[in-house]
């Protein structure tokens, strides 16, 4: 299931917030928006998943425009993770993945043994099930971005949409995060966009990245074509090293300002 | 296994909370100035129920004192403590605050204003409109209060404005309340004794008028815990796990409000019900909605009861008001409540 998005106009408030962004997300493939802070990454996703409407441009999920969609079909196409996930305190790991399953309990309804069984198989394949007893506001970091994505999991989209899934961990788990979210990609051919700060681990595991600066596309294509030293000083305002690691993938490193703190 | 099954009513729970209930409600029907004896009461209630025949060996007065007096008192007072327990869960879901109570939007106050608009105004008659006029009151302030948080709210975000909008409705009609009031210097006593609040109405009429409408409402609430549960992740989640949370807030707060215009037209002002007993409700069985509603609606009821049977019992033969009782129990264990809260982590 592709996601395409073309020439896309967002307002919030009367306040552009983006201009012309366009980009297309191959099925069973991983792209990542970076940019600087508030270049509007976060909102490029919400207009995929139809949670704010378009001024202008077309967004498409497997063909069809989000916004137009019931909230309920659009639950079934795309699962979200969001960057703060507000976990109800007191509910169980559980019962918090089982309300991925809510596009397809009847609106009045109750979960059948089908939901039970399917969220269930989302925390063992996540590695949660010894928590499924246990209340959310006893998670720690790691396992509460585990959960979220355990969630997003149960409700069976074919397209992931995750907001920083990473921010708030440390290195570790990052990267099982992002390992974890590349196996489901494989295994499931899920689709998959993901906002990131970090743009070394964003060049790690995406196969295309999406440069967002202030509301406009600066850049979209493979990692070593984005990442350059010279568009990181452009966009971030950093001074960084770009060179190619192991596999090719550009890694950056930070360049301290010289004559300062000598 | 217990893990892998989804957070809802479990038999045991709901045996209790009924047996409570039923236990508080017997007590409730065999205390009082005219001494009945149990054996009789539980035989002329059985008498009562289709396909059975008891004879109660109850003397006539004694009858007319259990079916004219004490039985519709009793249900009133457990119909209207469910009903704004019930209320109160609901509004807590809505505004994802477990302070949220029923009159948060201005119920309270539009009663009030409509109350004592007839009190005032129809002085010299008993007044059957005063229970019409605090429903219609209870009802237009929490529609003004909603209109009103919608239209600033557009574009932001929902919740907050509508709190604020209520504030602001509250405050306004007890302004209008008091200024009616003042007109009508020697009404206050009804008018006090109004929002004080009791269950001096109970008849079978008055539950007879309230009965579908409070059916209504509390078949709604009940319908809605799980979609409750949904929204407690946020409107934004929520919307992308594909619930309109709009609609929903929409549905539960009109279901809500109607119990508490039911619950306000037939007893006045009682406060601390509908934050109180939820909470119980919560600390003991669980935080799910599907938990809260059905056994808040419960608890309420046995909480009221109770509350009446005490009001009318420990300065007879006077009665305190029933809001007094509730206040007085309601105020500490709601100092304790928010001691508890402190301190955990709130979105």
């Given at each position: 299931?592709?996601?395409?998005?073309?020439?896309?106009?967002?307002?919030?408030?009367?306040?552009?917030?983006?201009?012309?962004?366009?980009?297309?997300?191959?099925?069973?493939?991983?792209?990542?928006?970076?940019?600087?802070?508030?270049?509007?990454?976060?909102?490029?996703?919400?207009?995929?998943?139809?949670?704010?409407?378009?001024?202008?441009?077309?967004?498409?999920?497997?063909?069809?425009?989000?916004?137009?969609?019931?909230?309920?079909?659009?639950?079934?196409?795309?699962?979200?993770?969001?960057?703060?996930?507000?976990?109800?305190?007191?509910?169980?790991?559980?019962?918090?993945?089982?309300?991925?399953?809510?596009?397809?309990?009847?609106?009045?309804?109750?979960?059948?043994?089908?939901?039970?069984?399917?969220?269930?198989?989302?925390?063992?394949?996540?590695?949660?099930?010894?928590?499924?007893?246990?209340?959310?506001?006893?998670?720690?970091?790691?396992?509460?971005?585990?959960?979220?994505?355990?969630?997003?999991?149960?409700?069976?989209?074919?397209?992931?949409?995750?907001?920083?899934?990473?921010?708030?961990?440390?290195?570790?788990?990052?990267?099982?995060?992002?390992?974890?979210?590349?196996?489901?990609?494989?295994?499931?051919?899920?689709?998959?966009?993901?906002?990131?700060?970090?743009?070394?681990?964003?060049?790690q595991y995406a196969d295309a990245l999406v440069l967002l600066s202030g509301g406009r596309v600066a850049a979209s294509g493979p990692p070593g074509e984005v990442l350059t030293a010279e568009a990181v000083g452009a966009h971030f305002g950093a001074r960084v090293h770009v060179a190619p690691g192991p596999d090719g993938r550009p890694v950056l490193s930070l360049e301290r300002s010289r004559g300062e703190g000598r | 296994m217990r893990t892998r099954e989804a957070a809802r009513l479990r038999p045991l729970p709901l045996a209790v909370a009924v047996l409570v209930l039923l236990a508080a409600m017997l007590a409730a029907l065999l205390v009082g100035p005219a001494g009945l004896p149990a054996a009789g009461v539980v035989k002329a209630l059985a008498d009562r129920l289709p396909f059975v025949h008891v004879d109660s060996g109850l003397a006539a007065v004694d009858r007319n004192v259990l079916f004219e007096l004490r039985l519709p008192r009793v249900l009133l007072g457990a119909v209207v403590g469910g009903l704004l327990a019930v209320a109160g869960a609901g509004y807590q879901g809505v505004f994802r605050n477990p302070l949220a109570d029923p009159y948060l939007l201005g119920a309270a106050a539009g009663a009030g204003v409509g109350a004592t608009l007839v009190i005032v105004v129809l002085s010299d008659r008993p007044t059957p409109a005063v229970p019409l006029a605090s429903f219609a009151g209870a009802l237009g302030g929490v529609a003004l209060a909603y209109g009103l948080g919608s239209t600033a709210g557009r574009g932001g975000s929902g919740t907050a404005t509508l709190v604020l909008a209520g504030v602001a409705v509250s405050s306004f009609l007890a302004s209008v309340q008091a200024f009616l009031q003042q007109a009508k210097a020697e009404e206050l006593q009804r008018i006090y004794s109004w929002i004080l609040g009791g269950l001096g109405l109970a008849d079978w009429p008055t539950l007879a008028m309230i009965a579908p409408y409070a059916a209504v409402a509390v078949v709604t609430l009940l319908l809605h815990g799980r979609l409750l549960d949904v929204l407690s992740v946020g409107d934004e989640e929520a919307a992308s796990l594909g619930l309109s949370a709009a609609r929903v807030r929409l549905t539960v707060l009109a279901a809500a409000s109607l119990a508490t215009a039911c619950a306000v037209a037939v007893s006045g002002l009682i406060g601390f019900v509908g934050v109180v007993v939820p909470h119980v409700v919560r600390r003991l069985a669980g935080g799910s909605y599907r938990i809260v509603l059905p056994l808040s609606l419960l608890g309420g009821a046995a909480f009221l009861t109770v509350a009446d049977l005490v009001g009318r019992t420990i300065v007879a033969p006077g009665e305190l008001p029933l809001g007094v009782v509730t206040a007085f129990v309601g105020g500490p264990f709601f100092v304790l409540v928010l001691r508890a809260v402190r301190g955990r982590a709130e979105p």
């Amino acid at each position: 299931m592709s996601v395409s998005v073309r020439g896309l106009d967002v307002d919030l408030e009367g306040r552009p917030v983006l201009r012309g962004v366009s980009l297309e997300v191959p099925a069973g493939a991983w792209t990542a928006v970076i940019g600087p802070n508030g270049a509007g990454k976060s909102t490029l996703l919400r207009a995929v998943l139809g949670l704010v409407r378009p001024r202008g441009g077309a967004v498409r999920v497997a063909g069809e425009d989000p916004w137009s969609l019931t909230p309920r079909r659009r639950a079934r196409l795309v699962a979200y993770a969001p960057q703060n996930p507000n976990l109800p305190p007191g509910m169980t790991v559980f019962d918090y993945t089982l309300l991925g399953r809510s596009p397809y309990i009847p609106l009045l309804g109750r979960e059948s043994a089908r939901d039970r069984a399917v969220a269930a198989q989302a925390l063992d394949r996540l590695d949660l099930t010894g928590l499924a007893g246990r209340p959310l506001d006893r998670l720690s970091g790691g396992e509460r971005q585990r959960v979220v994505l355990a969630r997003a999991l149960a409700q069976q989209a074919p397209v992931l949409a995750l907001d920083e899934p990473t921010t708030a961990l440390d290195i570790g788990h990052q990267q099982q995060v992002m390992d974890l979210v590349e196996r489901l990609r494989r295994d499931d051919g899920l689709t998959v966009l993901t906002t990131i700060h970090d743009l070394t681990l964003a060049g790690q595991y995406a196969d295309a990245l999406v440069l967002l600066s202030g509301g406009r596309v600066a850049a979209s294509g493979p990692p070593g074509e984005v990442l350059t030293a010279e568009a990181v000083g452009a966009h971030f305002g950093a001074r960084v090293h770009v060179a190619p690691g192991p596999d090719g993938r550009p890694v950056l490193s930070l360049e301290r300002s010289r004559g300062e703190g000598r | 296994m217990r893990t892998r099954e989804a957070a809802r009513l479990r038999p045991l729970p709901l045996a209790v909370a009924v047996l409570v209930l039923l236990a508080a409600m017997l007590a409730a029907l065999l205390v009082g100035p005219a001494g009945l004896p149990a054996a009789g009461v539980v035989k002329a209630l059985a008498d009562r129920l289709p396909f059975v025949h008891v004879d109660s060996g109850l003397a006539a007065v004694d009858r007319n004192v259990l079916f004219e007096l004490r039985l519709p008192r009793v249900l009133l007072g457990a119909v209207v403590g469910g009903l704004l327990a019930v209320a109160g869960a609901g509004y807590q879901g809505v505004f994802r605050n477990p302070l949220a109570d029923p009159y948060l939007l201005g119920a309270a106050a539009g009663a009030g204003v409509g109350a004592t608009l007839v009190i005032v105004v129809l002085s010299d008659r008993p007044t059957p409109a005063v229970p019409l006029a605090s429903f219609a009151g209870a009802l237009g302030g929490v529609a003004l209060a909603y209109g009103l948080g919608s239209t600033a709210g557009r574009g932001g975000s929902g919740t907050a404005t509508l709190v604020l909008a209520g504030v602001a409705v509250s405050s306004f009609l007890a302004s209008v309340q008091a200024f009616l009031q003042q007109a009508k210097a020697e009404e206050l006593q009804r008018i006090y004794s109004w929002i004080l609040g009791g269950l001096g109405l109970a008849d079978w009429p008055t539950l007879a008028m309230i009965a579908p409408y409070a059916a209504v409402a509390v078949v709604t609430l009940l319908l809605h815990g799980r979609l409750l549960d949904v929204l407690s992740v946020g409107d934004e989640e929520a919307a992308s796990l594909g619930l309109s949370a709009a609609r929903v807030r929409l549905t539960v707060l009109a279901a809500a409000s109607l119990a508490t215009a039911c619950a306000v037209a037939v007893s006045g002002l009682i406060g601390f019900v509908g934050v109180v007993v939820p909470h119980v409700v919560r600390r003991l069985a669980g935080g799910s909605y599907r938990i809260v509603l059905p056994l808040s609606l419960l608890g309420g009821a046995a909480f009221l009861t109770v509350a009446d049977l005490v009001g009318r019992t420990i300065v007879a033969p006077g009665e305190l008001p029933l809001g007094v009782v509730t206040a007085f129990v309601g105020g500490p264990f709601f100092v304790l409540v928010l001691r508890a809260v402190r301190g955990r982590a709130e979105p």
